[in-house]
């Protein structure tokens, strides 16, 4: 009976890959909130369509990220 004593296998990897998530979760939140900031000021600036397209499209792949990883 001595397995029974011992923690299951993989439970002390998963806090680590928690924390990893909650890091890479908090560093796309941040870029996406300064994509949207510079867009935001671009409105009350102005700004070509070039310029808005490529932030959009940032956004969009920070967005996508973000569900890959599991943070919405």
Same mark, same amino acid.
Do not use: I
């Given at each position: 009976v001595p397995?029974?004593?011992? @923690? @299951?296998?993989g439970n002390s990897t998963s806090k680590p890959a928690a924390l990893s998530t909650a890091r890479e979760c908090n560093s796309l939140s941040s870029k996406l909130g300064s994509v949207l900031d510079k867009m935001d000021q671009a409105h009350r600036k102005g700004y070509t369509q070039e310029q808005m397209d490529k932030w959009n499209q940032e956004v969009k792949n920070l967005e996508s990220k973000k569900q890959q990883s599991g943070c919405f």
């Amino acid at each position: 009976v001595p397995n029974a004593q011992r @923690p @299951p296998k993989g439970n002390s990897t998963s806090k680590p890959a928690a924390l990893s998530t909650a890091r890479e979760c908090n560093s796309l939140s941040s870029k996406l909130g300064s994509v949207l900031d510079k867009m935001d000021q671009a409105h009350r600036k102005g700004y070509t369509q070039e310029q808005m397209d490529k932030w959009n499209q940032e956004v969009k792949n920070l967005e996508s990220k973000k569900q890959q990883s599991g943070c919405f």
